[in-house]
């Protein structure tokens, strides 16, 4: 009676883990974590339009095509809500209760640092479309993969291309917004400039949010040649005003992530034009790919008939991370659900994936800083042109010249 | 760096007159009400939805739809008032709990249904005041004002003569009064309580939601832009004194000051650390507010 006792309660302990109680499927579970409420609620919606585009198509070709049989894939998503806790709650619950064989990650470098390892527990493996710090491929997680490079690899490509313009600009001041992307990319623009020996005055990490005109009227004093701020969308929009309403046009302006939004060009109108912005994607990128979307172009058509706005690098990259996966299963050929050991090869295969997408070339870093991230594509330098999103650098990828310094606001 | 103090002192008022206009309603509705209203950011974020639709339709300037703004909201905050009443007068539970859960999952509504309706892209107002500034110099010393601060300022100015006026010279000031001294006794001399709180409660969101356009010329707007200003009304509103309304103004400008200075003289990331700091301390000599006459 004890020995069965003991045999009922093994086989219930078996039974209840809910990654070995998995039942036979035709589609693979893709868990979905983003912010799509809170601050963060455009860039995470920004990835959602992402993954849904990516399902969507494929789905529509019927699906990953294993063996001599198609699986479709369905997305079950969790709100992160901008908060790094509830992304950490949402990827429990994915594991958990919805059993997902694999994650497409949050937006935000602060989101995924905390899902991060919760997945790591659950040995599930994510790729993050948009989360750019480079904290978090410090961190060595054998399960976690970026599409997007991160910020210490694009930033310095923008302050690059206006160290070559004439005359270059000498003094600079930088801040950052206090999140963990925007920080990095705070401090890689400060890299760069003193590395390239431009004189940083300022340099400042401000509460996200923070109403920086009297910041602004400080650093007008100064009279910088660039003012660069890591960021994100709202923030921009903010610091552009701030800067018109004080009356002030530094030679140059750099931002980040947001100036490649849609709504930044919208609200802000003749202010967006010259600001300067570091990328790693346009709809004109020069990509050839047999997966889903032939180039950047065609990608960038789907995503306007699909979402009538034009689409970001930020959305591209979600998509990418998509297609990393797709190829790596298709490579070890595995069916859902996703074992252990399947989700493990599924890993391995990632790091060896090398593949043209519409995005550029996708490789993983297998060591070293940037373990884990796509360091595939090439950095860009972008400006507003006629409102609308122009490659100015580096030279080889440029469409058009720089326009340097920065009209007066006074004068558009 | 002495150069840059008028241009603090100025910024200080510009930022002050901002939290005057976001904060001056909710005291108001707090000393009649007793109603802390934690969707005062989302009234915010409605109001400037409305602003940035009615600019893009009759291609007027924002300032020039303010009235407009006022009487909708008003309105509709008059029209919900016995929503709230209800909920706050209720026999069972703590009345003061109910309404903050209550206005709580109000918020989160609006803001949920502002993400579904209006998206999740940053807008912005246009105003022929955001284009320009007046700046001063005088020796070695200037100030840049932007005309759309200023405007802001004179605002929240206008604001609070006219919400005095009302209180003070007025019957309806004097029915409002008495209701926010004695509820019991005011009833006693007549004073109808359901009407005069949804009168109060409709020019209160009126005015928060005319906040929301000036704040859309001045910053951006976005269906997630109201836990901000959530949260900074309340602290106005505890430094001011909860329900005392004239201290209002003085709570924000100080806030405003701070928050100037930090950013100017010291490490501006230590900017909310010195706001808090600040709230911590007042509350904790005078629990009633700077001027020890809050309820």
Redesign the interface.
Known sequence: MKHCLIAVLIFTLFTANPLLAEEARDFFKVGVITSLSGDLATGGNVTKRGYDLWANTLNAQGGIQIKDKKYTVKLFYADAQSEPSQGASAAERLATQEKVDFVLGPYSSGVTLAVAPVLEKYKIPMITGSAESPLIWKQKFFYTFGTVPPVNYTGATPIQTLAKMNPAPKTAVILGSNDAFSKATAEAFKDAAEKLGIKVLKFNIVPSGQDLTPFMSAVKVLQPDLVAFGGHDEELINLVKSLRQINYTPKALLMHYGVTEPAFIESLGKDAEQVFGASVWTTSVHAKSDMLWPDAAAYGKAAEEAFKVPADYTQAGSSTAGLAFQAALQKIEAVPPLSEANREALIKALEELEIQTFYGKLKFAKEGEYYHANVGITPLTIQIQNGKVVIVGPEKDAEAAAQYPLKPWGQR | ML??LP??IV??F??GG?YVTIAIGFSLAYGVMHIIDFAVGEWIMLGAFLGFYLNIWTQWDPFFLLPFVFIVFAVIGFVFQPVIHRVLSGKKGNPLLMGLVFTFGLGLMF??LG?TVFG?????I?SAL????F?LESGNFFV?I?V??FAGLVYALSITIMLHYLLKKSDFGLAVRALSQNRDAAGLMGVNAKRTSSYVYGIYVGISAMSGVLIGC???I????G??YTVFSFFVVVLAGMGYLSGVPWAAFLLGFV??FF??YF???Y??LAVFAILYVVLLVSPKGMFAKGV
């Not at chain 2, 999740?120 to 912005?124: A, C, G, K, R």
């Not at chain 2, 955001?130 to 500034?133: C, I, K, L, R």
């Not at chain 2, 976005?222 to 832009?225: E, L």
């Open positions: 150069l840059l241009q603090a910024d200080g510009l930022i901002i803001r949920g993400l999740f892209y940053s807008h912005s246009p955001s284009a320009n500034s700046f840049t932007p759309i601060r001045i910053f951006s976005s269906a997630q832009m836990g901000d928050q100037s950013l100017i490490n501006p990331s900017t909310l």
